[in-house]
């Protein structure tokens, strides 16, 4: 069986074999859908990322908090397709860093990243996501996206004060005290992403594990 994870965005597919834990480009598409990858790469085990789009994916918190519920699932005869947006491949990936896996099950945790001019929060407790947070990059400040933290982590952030401030908008959905106010911030950057230094002021820095690391997570 042959391992690829497949990143499309930007009306392109590529297509990565995984070898050794190494990602290697074999091909670029057009945007490819599931049955596209079944087509053209039988007998594969395929993680297939897709580009973020729309505020309402994040309404799946209203049926489960488990981030892996989250994931879409094709199989076939000889196929299986694990699909993600790019922003639940880094919390995901985010939940397999040793240090996290141990820290927010003792206490609640913030995970903040940016991608595309969005900013996210997410409130994480035992693997669980329990508030979502997207905001415009271009109508945050740095005190307002302080103020934001502080009222998003202890569940006072309403939907309609972010789409105000014209953000994407909140989710809050059953905190739990345990969660102690999901104190510890943790920050996930790209070198090559402008307001990274931006982000790093509001907690610590933590680097992501390969994605091929959500292979034996998912199989």
């Known amino acids: 069986m042959q391992y690829l994870y497949i990143n499309s965005k930007k009306n392109k597919s590529i297509v990565y074999a995984i070898n050794n834990d190494q990602l290697v480009v074999i091909n670029t598409f057009p945007l490819l859908s599931n049955e596209n990858i ?16 729309t505020f309402s994916f994040w309404e799946h918190i209203n ?12 199989k076939s005869a000889q196929n299986t397709i694990y699909q993600f947006n790019t922003i639940l491949e880094k919390i995901l990936l985010f939940l397999q860093i040793p240090q996290i896996e141990n820290r ?5 945790v913030t995970l903040l990243l940016e991608e595309n001019n969005h900013i ?3 409130l994480i407790f035992q693997n669980n996501i329990y508030g979502i947070f997207e905001h415009n990059r271009l109508k945050l400040s740095a005190e307002l996206l302080q103020k934001n933290l502080e009222e998003f982590r202890f569940g006072w952030l309403p939907h309609e004060e972010v789409i105000k401030q014209e953000g994407y908008g909140c989710i ?7 969660a102690e106010g999901f104190r510890p911030i943790y920050i996930v950057t790209n070198q090559t992403n402008p307001h ?14 390969p994605i091929t690391t959500l292979i034996s997570l998912l199989s």
């Open 38 to 53: 079944i087509t053209k790469y039988p007998n594969t085990f395929c993680l297939h990322s897709i580009e973020y789009h």
């Open 63 to 74: 049926k489960s908090h488990n981030p892996l519920d989250w994931v879409s699932f094709t």
């Open 104 to 108: 927010n099950f003792q206490e609640g």
């Open 120 to 122: 996210f929060g997410f």
């Open 172 to 178: 809050l959905k059953n905190i739990p005290a345990e």
């Open 196 to 209: 990274s230094s931006f982000l790093q002021q509001f907690g610590k820095k933590i680097e992501l594990p």
